[in-house]
């Protein structure tokens, strides 16, 4: 397994100067562009990484999986699709226009104004407590004890997310929901600033694959129900308007981060995640899908 995680990296390397570094995020700018990592975490815990496998980043839309778990967990699958569809998008990942178009709800919670609407529903009295609960599940997820988020990164999403704001008074004025809209961004910029490695987000992905419990401790973390909810949406909507492609070539369950890395599931097998900050258009690391695909052949992971 050594061997082929070596090969993924060194076959995926070869575009590791295609692409762009997400710049409307400014502090998303200063990370070394030449970092590229991979790493699969098998279902008894075994961990195999190469290149900048241990590096942290900020796992931006990644936390879209892990505020969805926390949420489901937190208020339970109706109150959460009360506000949220789960119909997959071709429009970009901060899309506006379906909220006008539409029904005013968001299609689904691997969007940003669906990944903001599902924090609107997690129960506390003031943003620590709603993102103390994110960071306990994602400390649970990646199997640690001190998951941190960028403060500088927060702060720059907090400053220039007027998209996003815009997003969350949209579906405030559709009904969507009726909370302060500064405090719901607030736990989700947070989420967005959340540091994992490739390594944390292999261990995230072992999980899932492994019907929720820990490949680690053995503990179960997450509802195994609430495990199908979340990898059907992941493997319809994880890559933005790139899934069904990523759908079709890699045939992975999978969410990206505009910070470059990918969280991938092979239920019953394995969590991969690669992290490489340059995007291709579609907003995805573009060694990162590199990776998945050498994977996907490599190991028959498809699961279509
Ligand atoms: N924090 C980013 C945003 O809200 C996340 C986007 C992403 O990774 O797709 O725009």
Not at 134 to 155: I, P, Q, R
Not at 159 to 175: E, I, V
Not at 280 to 294: F, L, P, T
Request: net charge neutral; hydrophobic share 40%.
């Amino acid at each position: 397994m050594q061997q082929i995680v070596n090969s993924s990296y060194c076959y995926a390397k070869s575009w590791l100067n295609e692409g762009e570094v997400a710049d409307y995020i400014p502090e998303l700018c200063k990370v070394d562009k030449d970092q590229f990592g991979v790493c699969i975490t098998n279902l008894v815990g075994q961990t195999y990484g190469s290149g900048d496998f241990e590096q942290k980043f900020t796992v931006q839309s990644i936390c879209k999986v892990i505020l969805l778990i926390t949420a489901l967990k937190d208020v339970g699958f109706d109150a959460v699709f009360a506000r949220v569809g789960m119909e997959p998008t071709g429009d970009k990942f901060n899309s506006i226009i379906r909220l006008e178009t539409g029904s005013g709800k968001p299609l689904n919670p691997m969007i940003n104004a669906g990944a903001i609407a599902v924090s609107s529903c997690l129960k506390g009295t003031n943003v620590e407590e709603k993102f103390e609960k994110v960071l306990a599940m994602a400390n649970a997820l990646f199997g640690k004890t001190d998951t941190e988020y960028d403060k500088s990164v927060f702060l720059s999403e907090q400053t220039t997310g007027d998209r996003n704001r815009a997003l969350a008074y949209m579906m405030r004025s559709g009904g969507v929901f009726e909370n302060n809209v500064d405090e719901i961004l607030n736990v989700y910029f947070k989420s967005c600033s959340i540091l994992a490695s490739c390594k944390d987000i292999s261990h995230m992905g072992a999980v899932l694959a492994n019907e929720g419990r820990s490949p680690t401790t053995g503990k179960m973390i997450v509802d195994p129900f609430f495990v199908k909810v979340v990898l059907s949406l992941m493997s319809i909507c994880g890559l933005y308007d790139a899934s069904g492609e990523f759908a079709l070539r890699v045939g992975i369950c999978a969410k990206s981060g505009v910070g470059g890395g990918i969280l991938g599931v092979v239920p019953n097998r394995m969590g991969i995640a690669t992290f490489a900050p340059r995007l291709d258009s579609k907003g995805n690391s573009c060694c990162g899908i590199k990776a998945m695909e050498y994977l996907s052949q490599a190991l028959s992971l498809s699961i279509f």
